[in-house]
């Protein structure tokens, strides 16, 4: 069987870790994959956002299955063009990846369906925008309506904040036409959840939980990221909230979209805030997370390719989906600078033992060595039988890691650990 993966990440190095697990599997492609994935992967240099390459090259090497992991090119309707080809995929085409793609129509989805969100409004007009401001609770939150890389969400502390933040994405275009809409919602409190699920447009299975730390500095300091590291299980994703998650949050998600004619297929994230008042949505994506993706996947005990068939084909309610009861932690090693400004092409010296726990997310290669090619650079995963075990062995890892104006935080896991301490 010949298989096929659209992204070149440390999330997308993790799914083809995974898919490699079924023997079935003859040929698996990443287009573009990058430097650190070619020991798993056949790369081919076609970028993610090519939809026509993407679909010649799927169509002259006679793919079986294409597994669509970014969200650009989900936005921009890869597994519609793929499917029209005969292609089948994991991923949602393009009138449900929009669940993601534009977060004005993610919140009126919440608001119709009465979804639990933050309170919220959105605006095309900038004066507008500001005028709201002017009384608007502070603390707030701005968002650039369209993809922005992870980046598009400001938490303003002031009032001058919120209107920097405005004036950025909508005069300066500093996300370009991601900025052209905005919303300005409430400012939530409570612990962060994220819940990845698998769902073929009417079942959906929750996969392990996870806490993400988006900050780029120690104690959530500085500014956001893609995300600087994960552990999972998250430990305040209790069995009670989950359930009340499946029964408020997940199924009608899954029924709203149906009910709009936009059936969602394949990976759907759950961004969440446990309030005092219950679970509340902050963001969807139509995808695998990252670095969700790199402490999830290698939790799952299950076959990764059938599970994703079973999206596709609509038999995900008799597929199994198992998890094991154990810990991972994933710490991200990043070039100094990131997310803003950063240097590339710095050799990386990775032990021989250290690298099949390791998913590269930004290299190249130079005279046959592995250099830096990202701001994030790569992932250390580590899975025990406990937390603070999962933490101890990822760090150890990165320790052993060395690259020129290496970056990373001191401190992921510490909060997931102080929550089983108050336990």
């Known amino acids: 069987m010949k298989v096929m993966l659209v992204g070149g990440g440390g999330r997308e190095h993790a799914i083809i870790r995974k898919l490699r697990e079924n023997p079935e599997i003859e040929e698996l492609y990443a287009l573009p994959g990058n430097a650190g994935m070619d ?33 650009d090119p ?61 009384t608007a609770p502070i603390p707030t939150v701005v968002k650039a309506d369209g993809l922005a890389l992870g980046k598009g969400v400001i938490i303003a502390q002031t009032r001058e904040e919120a209107v920097t933040a405005v004036r950025e994405m909508m ?14 919602e409430e400012f939530l409190e409570g612990p962060e959840v994220s819940v990845l699920s698998f769902t073929d447009g009417e079942t959906v299975v929750p996969m392990v939980s996870s806490m993400d730390h988006k900050r780029s500095g120690d104690n ?44 969602f297929k394949g990976c759907l994230y759950f961004g969440l805030m446990l309030t005092a008042d219950g679970p509340r949505v902050i963001e969807y994506n139509c995808r695998f997370g ?37 810990h991972a932690c994933c710490v991200i090693m990043a070039s100094k600078g990131y997310p803003v400004a950063y240097e590339k092409g710095f050799p990386m010296d990775i032990p021989a033992d250290v690298f099949p726990h390791v998913y590269v997310a930004g290299a190249a290669r130079r005279d046959g060595r ?28 990165v320790e052993r890691i060395h690259f020129e104006n290496a970056y990373y935080r001191h401190d992921i896991g510490a909060r997931a650990m102080r929550a089983l301490t108050e336990d």
């Open 290 to 326: 990252d670095p969700e993706t790199q402490v999830v996947l290698p939790l799952l005990e299950s076959d990764l390719l059938t599970i994703m068939r079973a999206t596709t084909d609509g038999t995900l309610a008799g597929t199994e989906v198992r998890f094991s009861d154990r």
């Open 171 to 184: 005069a300066d275009r500093k996300f370009g036409k991601s900025g052209e809409r905005i919303v300005i």
């Open 370 to 397: 592995l250099v830096t090619n990202g701001g994030r650079v790569l992932g250390c995963t580590a899975v025990a039988d406990s937390l603070g075990e999962a933490i101890r062995d990822a760090y150890a890892m």
């Open 39 to 71: 020991q798993d992967a056949v790369c081919v240099p076609i970028g993610a956002k090519d939809i026509d390459a993407i679909t010649a090259f799927a169509r002259e090497h006679a793919v079986d299955y294409a597994v669509v992991a970014p969200d």
């Open 74 to 134: 989900l936005v921009l309707g890869c597994v519609d063009a793929l499917e029209a080809i005969g292609v089948p995929c994991f991923g949602p085409r393009a009138n449900a990846a929009i669940i993601e793609g534009s977060k004005v129509f993610s919140k009126n989805l919440m608001r119709k369906y009465g979804i639990p969100t933050a309170q919220y409004e959105t605006f095309d007009d900038m004066d507008a925008a500001l005028r709201y401001l002017e």
């Open 220 to 263: 959530d300091t500085g500014l956001n990221t893609g995300g600087m590291g994960t552990v999972a299980p998250n430990p305040y994703y209790t069995p009670a909230v989950a359930a009340e998650c499946m029964e408020r949050i997940f199924l009608p998600t899954i029924r709203a979209m149906k009910a709009e004619g936009r059936p």
